[in-house]
Structure formats: structure tokens, C-alpha cells
């Protein structure tokens, strides 16, 4: 499908473009550490081959979401996947979206990333 858009700016600067893997409070009491371990390598293996394999992606996305190869092509060598823990500056980015969030109305009310992350 071809769109006819244009580029008219990247987010270079303005976002880090992160994904998370979340699990709900059941799901993660319910399992022991070895299953969840299990995902995670399993998640991260296939990150580790998208990025090993980026024409291979380029064709799955190309197919799948009927976008023209060309900027499907520039997002995927633009990424770099895999997984990491969340740490402070995650953290902090993320509180910094939610603050923007929140002035802008985009969600009702202002919330603590911290304590999204405990789940209180």
C-alpha cells in the first residue's frame, strides 16, 4: 500500500522508542523464576536473530503491515532489539512521558512510574 507521505521529522532527541515485556501480578505470583527466565531468554533470542536477519524482518513487516518496503527497510536499520532491566533513567524517561501525558489530558490523572512498577 503505498501512502504517499512525507518525512517531515524524526524522533531523534525526543524518544528512546522502547518496548517493555509485562506480565501481570498473577501471571508472575503463579510462575516460578525458571519460566519467567525462560520467556525473557526466549524473547531476547529472537531479538538477538531479528537483528542478525534484518532482511528476513523487513519482509515479515513488509507483508504483515502492507507498508512499503523502503520505510520499513530505514525503521528496522534504525533499531538495534534487545532486552535490558529497567534501571533510574528508564525510569525517569518514562515519568517524563507520563508528566507529558497528564498536561497534555491524554491521561486523567497524574501517576508515579515507581509505583506503577511495584504495582501499588
Do not use: C, W
Request: hydrophobic share 40%.
Amino acid at each position: 500500500m503505498e501512502t504517499n507521505a512525507r518525512f517531515i521529522v524524526d524522533g531523534e532527541g525526543l524518544t528512546t522508542d522502547r518496548d517493555f515485556i509485562i506480565v501481570t501480578e498473577q501471571f508472575y505470583n503463579e510462575h516460578d523464576a525458571d519460566v519467567i527466565e525462560l520467556i525473557i531468554n526466549e524473547i531476547d533470542a529472537s531479538l538477538n536473530y531479528v537483528n542478525d536477519h534484518p532482511d528476513e524482518l523487513i519482509d515479515l513487516l513488509v507483508d504483515e503491515l502492507q507498508i512499503n518496503e523502503e520505510a520499513v527497510e530505514v525503521t528496522v536499520n534504525r533499531r538495534v532489539y534487545g532486552i535490558e532491566p529497567v534501571n533510574e533513567q528508564i525510569i525517569e524517561e518514562q515519568q517524563e512521558i507520563a508528566d507529558l501525558f497528564f498536561e497534555l489530558d491524554i491521561i486523567p490523572e497524574k501517576i508515579t512510574i515507581t509505583d506503577v512498577i511495584k504495582g501499588d
